[in-house]
């Protein structure tokens, strides 16, 4: 009676828990029923199924899946062999759910091989039916239909309605992923209608979902649309979101065929959503691919790029090859149409070994499974007849073996037709298949060879461009260092190495200013500036090399003086030089006009020559990378084919616009467009001429010089006292702090790496307390990106080391407007009269000292001591004129700087550069 009541109050229990609508308080009640003692082995398994199919139910696939390996463990500890295989068949379904089709398998072969030995076939039959249905996914079709087989077996003997209308399903879901879609059309409305009968409207659902399959496949739309609606019409009432994704997912396939991409991505968005909510691996890898599609359609190439990157991931932990092979086409056209050709081609071949890798090892696997397994059949049906026939008489016995022997000749000649069919029809769908990839990769190749042929060209015309200067530098170099060139010829020979420099140093700039325009990372420096120096400038630069050709070169310029507008000069010089020296180029005889002026407010440059001109075709091109008008001109005048691209780039960037008129044998007109709002004298910025002016007067003022290294601190105090200027002197950031309370100084210098404070720190400490006068940044750190954050850290500008004469005297002498007196060039012969070799003899005197001192710092592993002597090598090495001594100290500072340092580790980067540096201050 006791046990009864216990059972009684167990099943009360399940009821009520049962009776919850809210699905954590279910998972809770059934954790604590769980932890009780007194359920018995029948009970935990009741819980544990409870539990994990509620988690399962609710999206939570994972907790599902632990639930039912723990069902599992308790029943193999408690000897429990059939609830051991339910709980493995259960854990085999939420794998596959799931998409993990190897699990899967591994789970439900664990219950065959227990229920295989067991009294239950039909248990045996509808594992043998999830097998099939795992094996399908994988792509496996024959071993599919093998074991659908094995189940149809017992079904047909001892299964009732639904067993039989349940494997006729899953054999037209084989039918599905054999692309027999006529077979599959024709049994599933009888499914359909079998289940409606039975009154099983999940499984009427799914059979709708593969009934629009089949449409699809077969090309008829509307109807798959309309069965696709039914089954999620259900999926929906019902709350299954888990099957509703995967109808999703079909859906948003359906209308990608259509290419109906607003409704298929809006599908694919919902199937994202609930796939990942609900952790159906599956349709999400799917619905991943799908949006690539359709953001690549659209032209997003870097969303599609992320899905298909995505979808490739899960296609390959699951193992779904096809779906590989289909993410790999989509990432070479995606990286194709981002101009990244190397990647598209990578995956392109990946693609294509892929592509033949499956057709091949499928057709081949298929039709070595089917010649093993008809052939074992037949022999063991031949086995079984001797056998019975072993009972008969003899000539029974002749008769049987007889007709056994037409029997199998005539199997093996339907067999051998059969596979003759079977050959013939793989083979028609891989050339078709092939032929549509084939299509697809050419179209790919194409863009591929294209790039690389520009690539090509460009590395021809540059090679070219850079050998050339080159030879005449060094054969005219080695011609004076082997005395091989007369003196009075000397001043010719440099002058010949000096105009190939320049033009290699053009080249390389050209290069520059284009991977910079590439990368959209030019940027305008817009001052403002008097246009009219351009015409000076033009003639200096031109009219010796016009005169040398025996043409005219003319200016007509038409602009007031002076004409201050907000431009970047630079690149606005750059524009209008390159336009002239193309002009000069291609002109043999005749001339070359300039006429500069405003007209309807915006400044216009025409540059007209009466060269070789161009045909009609030719100026399509002539504004294209790396182009000349055609193949004879590279030959015949040189030219990297850089000029007019990078010309017509800063034009754009300048919000204007080159437009070109030409004639063949008339000549050329290239003229220059764009907007330019005339500003006041009072907006023009000092010229280099005016501000020397000012500088080559004594100084008056104090200075602040802050500089950890002493002989950089001696060198720079003498420079500025000589300039005139009372000097402070400190060498860590806190002196400077102290300087400052007591003196009034009206410009500090400020290196950034200092002992005891930072300039950073004292910086942000001077403008706290209120010091408002200018703060100079005085550092070996020069790329653009560190003067920029220096600049935005509230640095009035900034100074690199090792210092530079003429920018040094500028930005100092700036700060200070009013002169003591006027003696000319006062500041400037300062400079050049100082001395300052006592100063770099120290600093040689110190040399083996430091030496010393960065042994000791190794060997201590004192890194943060070792890094500043270092730095300040690389400070006085670079001031002094020692640049080897400087580049190693600073690349072993920057190195030292980094976190992932491999300083004292054996072969590592930083002892080779230590030791290099300890050698070259023992030099």
Not at 780 to 790: D, G, I, L, S
Not at 794 to 812: A, M, T, W, Y
Not at 868 to 894: M, P, R, T, W, Y
């Amino acid at each position: 009676m006791p046990a009864f009541a216990e059972i009684a109050q167990f099943d009360q229990k399940m009821q009520n828990i049962n009776a919850l609508d809210d699905a954590l308080q279910v998972q809770t009640q059934l954790q604590m029923l769980l932890s009780e003692q007194a359920i018995s082995s029948k009970q935990t398994e009741q819980v544990y199924r409870e539990l994990a199919m509620s988690y399962f139910q609710n999206g939570k696939g994972e907790h599902a899946l632990k639930t039912a390996q723990q069902g599992y463990d308790y029943a193999t500890r408690q000897q429990l062999p059939d609830m051991a295989a339910q709980f493995a068949k259960l854990t085999g379904i939420f794998h596959y759910f799931q998409g993990s089709y190897n699990q899967a398998l591994e789970r439900y072969n664990d219950a065959i091989a227990y229920y295989i030995n067991a009294d239950n076939p039909i248990q045996l039959a509808h594992l043998y039916n999830n097998v099939g249905l795992v094996l399908d996914n994988k792509g496996e079709p024959t071993k599919a239909l093998t074991v659908y087989k094995k189940a149809k077996v017992i079904y047909d003997e001892i299964g009732d309605e639904n067993d039989k209308v349940d494997i006729a399903f899953n054999i037209s879901g084989l039918y599905l992923t054999l692309k027999q879609y006529d077979k599959a059309l024709q049994v599933l409305p009888d499914i359909i209608a079998a289940r409606e009968r039975m009154q099983r409207p999940a499984d009427v659902a799914l059979a709708h979902s593969n009934i629009a399959l089949a449409y699809k496949y077969s090309g008829e739309f509307k109807q798959a649309e309309q069965y696709t609606f039914k089954a999620i019409e259900y999926y929906q009432n019902e709350n299954k979101h888990y099957d509703l994704a995967s109808q999703y997912n079909n859906l948003a396939d359906l209308y990608t065929e259509m290419r109906a991409f607003k409704m298929a991505e809006n599908y694919a968005q919902k199937c994202l959503h609930l796939s990942q909510q609900y952790e159906h691996m599956n349709s999400y890898s799917n619905c991943s691919f799908i949006s690539a599609q359709i953001n690549y359609y659209h032209g997003d190439y870097q969303t599609a790029l992320e899905f298909a990157r995505r979808s490739l991931d899960l296609s390959i932990s699951q193992q779904d090859e096809h779906l590989e092979l289909a993410n790999l086409e989509i990432l070479s056209l995606i990286h194709a149409a981002l101009g990244q050709p190397q990647q598209a081609f990578t995956y392109y071949q990946d693609a294509r070994n892929g592509l033949f890798k499956v057709a091949n090892g499928q057709l081949t696997k298929e039709l070595a499974n089917f010649e093993s397994e008809q052939l074992n059949l037949q022999l063991a049906h031949v086995e079984k007849q001797r056998e019975l026939e072993s009972h008969n008489n003899i000539k029974r016995q002749q008769a049987r073996d007889l007709l056994t022997l037409v029997s199998v000749m005539l199997l093996v000649v339907v067999f051998l037709a059969y596979r003759k069919h079977r050959h013939k029809k793989y083979t028609k769908q891989l050339e078709l298949l092939v032929k549509e990839r084939t299509a697809k990769l050419q179209q790919t190749t194409q863009q591929l060879t294209q790039a690389n042929l520009i690539k090509s060209q460009f590395l021809a015309n540059m090679s070219h461009e850079i050998r050339t200067p080159l030879t005449a530098i060094i054969g005219q170099s080695e011609s004076i260092m082997y005395d091989e060139v007369q003196v009075k010829d000397i001043v010719t020979e440099v002058s010949a190495i000096h105009s190939n420099s320049k033009h290699l140093l053009q080249l390389v700039n050209d290069i520059l200013d284009l991977s910079k325009l590439e990368a959209n990372k030019l940027v305008l420096n817009r001052t403002a500036t008097d246009i009219s120096l351009i015409c000076s400038d033009l003639q200096n630069i031109f009219t010796e090399q016009a005169k040398q050709k025996g043409i005219e070169f003319s200016i007509n310029n038409q602009l007031p003086s002076p004409c201050v507008v907000a431009i970047d000069y630079l690149r606005f010089s750059q524009i209008i030089i390159n336009l002239c020296s193309n002009a000069i180029k291609f002109t043999h005889n005749g001339q070359v006009k300039v006429a500069i002026g405003f007209i309807d407010k915006r400044l216009q440059v025409s540059v007209c020559d009466t060269g070789i001109g161009m045909q009609k075709e030719q100026l399509a091109s002539i504004f294209n990378s790396f182009t000349q008008a055609d193949s004879t001109i590279n030959r015949r005048f040189g030219g990297s084919g850089l000029g007019l691209y990078l010309s017509n780039q800063l034009a754009k960037l300048m919000s204007g616009s080159i437009g070109v008129e030409s004639e063949v044998g008339r000549g050329s007109r290239f003229t220059f467009v764009m907007d330019a709002e005339r500003l006041t004298q009072q907006d023009r910025e000092i010229s280099t001429q005016e501000l020397q002016e000012v500088i080559n007067q004594p100084l008056v003022g104090n200075i602040l010089i802050a500089e950890d290294h002493p002989d950089n601190l001696r060198f720079i105090s003498r420079l500025l006292e000589h300039m005139g200027l009372h000097v402070f002197q400190a060498s860590n950031g806190l002196q400077v702090l102290n300087i400052v309370a007591q003196q009034a100084v009206d410009l500090i210098l400020l290196d950034i790496q200092m002992p005891q404070m930072d300039g950073l720190e004292v910086l942000q400490k001077l403008r706290s307390s209120g010091y408002t006068k200018p703060v100079i940044a005085l550092t070996a750190n020069a790329m653009a990106h560190e003067v920029r954050k220096y600049l935005d850290l509230g640095f009035d500008e900034h100074l690199k080391k090792p210092i530079e004469r003429n920018s040094f005297i500028q930005c100092v002498a700036k700060y200070y407007q009013e002169p003591a007196s006027a003696q000319a060039s006062f500041a400037d012969d300062a400079v050049q009269t100082t001395s300052f070799e006592d100063l770099n003899l120290s600093f040689q005197q110190k040399l083996p000292m430091y030496e010393q001192k960065i042994g000791h710092y190794y060997a201590a592993q004192d890194w943060q001591s070792l890094q500043q002597l270092v730095h300040q090598i690389a400070g006085a090495a670079s001031v002094f004129g020692h640049e080897n001594l400087s580049n190693l100290a600073i690349a072993l500072d920057k190195l030292l700087n980094q976190p992932e340092c491999d300083c004292g580790h054996e072969n590592g980067q930083c002892d080779d550069l230590l030791m290099q540096l300890r050698a070259a201050l023992k030099a």
